[in-house]
């Protein structure tokens, strides 16, 4: 779709394609108004016979709908609700199709598709546009991020299990009526434990990480609310707060990038592998800040979650407890044992599963497309509507029970990878999470009981990653 007749007309296609990119993914996964980007789009679009609503005003489209509803995630359960597996609706002047059953996506994923969807969006809202290579050039660099992971979880497995020993003490500490902030607790692990494995030892420094942690903060919670209702390009101090903050990552990634230029560190960190590949400095600032900012929020929510289904359900407790028993015994926690806990993976997969920890992805229809019998035209925005396909009791009976022997079968985990969230489709960041979950809730669970608190309702925030939208606390009680 981008050969044109001339050079000149080729990279005029190539910029207005940026622009678009930008325009939808910003629009699109952070409700942006952001003035003009919804207005770029002045030709109105039929809706090519696809069920759904129309705009409920001509300029915003749906973009009330979905303020009332709560958040995207909510509006597209309704919409699916009412109009079935795929169903249409509009941002500003701009077609969206959303696909919400597995048969449906099914029709439309292409496993081949070298972009993650997460980073994508990501890389928009931070107007971070290096990617636009040939197709073996983003393919290479796609090998490199997901190698970046592996390595660095390799090479840091000690200092994975020192953190969650450290946290272990401080939770042994603690008197056992006492209520842990467990939101606030799983956040600052997992701030330690990205920085350590992303940036290197620099971030063994707690003073590091807290002021990492504040920039980190500042940057992410705009992008989950900021854009809502184009609150943050109306606050000129709110937007210079977020600007700032921002550029206070970059300084700390670009300092940490020509530092580990210079040396040669027996501890390897997953900028090295961005180092090493041949990437150029602009490329790792962009990779290495996308994978801060999603690494941090999805391992500190997966670990979240886990914990608080855990001390909801006794039994599924006690049964990680005696497979983790059953592996390790007595013995050390070593990566290879690691991989024996089959168990633990289920309850992490029912984790993301029951909690909708993504609950949205999406792509650009590269060319006219068709889902059943509908049409989908050309650069139309087509959304996954994860969180409506994981609770879809045709495809997962008892839906919103939390029942890890569901991944049991292997028609389901087939499934799951389907959607990206296990194989070889998993999100790399979901990859990171999964391991650094799994050896915190082995270091805990050898000795400790965790429990819920009486009365307490958790209630969820759906943005990018879904939340608590207040703080979750336990209880703890020792094993020994």
């Avoid at 983003?138 to 969650?164: C, D, I, M, P, W």
Wanted: glycine letters at 6%.
């Amino acid at each position: 779709m981008r050969c044109c007749p001339s050079s000149g007309s080729r990279r005029g296609s190539q910029s207005g394609r940026t622009m678009l990119d930008f325009a939808i993914f910003a629009v699109t996964f952070l409700l942006a108004l952001v003035g003009a980007v919804l207005y770029l789009y002045p030709a109105s679009r039929q809706a090519a016979g696809i069920p759904g609503i129309t705009p409920t005003e001509e300029k915003d489209g749906n973009l009330p709908d979905i303020v009332s509803s709560g958040s995207l995630h909510e509006f597209l359960v309704n919409l699916h609700e009412r109009y079935g597996p795929v169903a249409s609706f509009w941002f500003g002047r701009h077609l969206v199709v959303s696909l919400g059953t597995v048969d449906v996506l099914k029709q439309h994923i292409n496993p081949n598709k070298t972009s993650d969807p997460f980073e994508t969006m990501l890389k928009s809202l931070l107007r971070y546009q290096s990617d636009g290579g040939s197709a073996s050039e983003n393919h290479k660099r796609k090998k490199l991020y997901e190698n970046g992971v592996t390595n660095s979880l390799q090479s840091n497995f000690a200092v994975l299990l020192k953190l969650s020993e450290e946290l272990l003490d401080k939770w042994l500490s603690f008197p056992e009526s006492q209520h842990v902030p467990l939101c606030q607790h799983m956040l600052g692990f997992a701030m330690k434990s990205v920085t350590q494995m992303v940036m290197g030892s620099t971030f063994e420094d707690d003073q590091e990480v807290i002021h990492f942690q504040k920039n980190h903060g500042t940057v992410w919670s705009e992008i989950g609310k900021g854009f809502l209702d184009g609150s943050l390009d109306k606050s000129t101090t709110r937007k210079k707060q977020y600007e700032d903050a921002l550029t206070q990552l970059e300084l700390i990634l670009k300092k940490i990038i020509k530092e580990r230029k210079g040396t040669n560190s027996s501890q390897h960190v997953f900028v090295d592998s961005l180092v090493q590949g041949n990437l150029n400095d602009q490329q790792i600032l962009e990779d290495s800040m996308i994978f801060s900012l999603a690494g941090c929020i999805i391992t500190a929510n997966l670990c979240t979650w886990a914990i608080c289904f855990l001390t909801t359900s006794e039994e599924v407790q006690k049964k990680l407890y005696e497979e983790i028993d059953e592996v390790f015994g007595k013995s050390c926690i070593t990566p290879a044992k690691i991989e024996q806990l089959s168990y633990c993976r289920q309850v992490l997969c029912e984790t993301v599963r029951t909690a909708k920890l993504t609950p949205i992805s999406a792509r650009l229809q590269d060319v006219e497309g068709k889902i059943d019998q509908f049409i989908i035209p050309r650069e139309t925005l087509v959304l996954y509507a994860l969180g409506v396909v994981l609770q879809d009791p045709s495809t997962w009976p008892s839906p919103h029970k939390f029942d890890p022997d569901r991944f049991d079968d292997e028609s389901v985990m087939k499934t799951f990878s389907l959607l990206g969230f296990s194989g070889t489709q998993e999100c790399p960041e979901l990859r990171f999470a999964y391991m650094v979950t799994t050896v915190l809730l082995s270091v805990l669970l050898r000795r400790l009981r965790l429990h819920s608190v009486e009365g307490q309702v958790i209630e969820t925030k759906y943005e990018l990653v879904t939340t608590s939208r207040e703080e979750a606390w336990i209880t703890i009680s020792k094993r020994y």
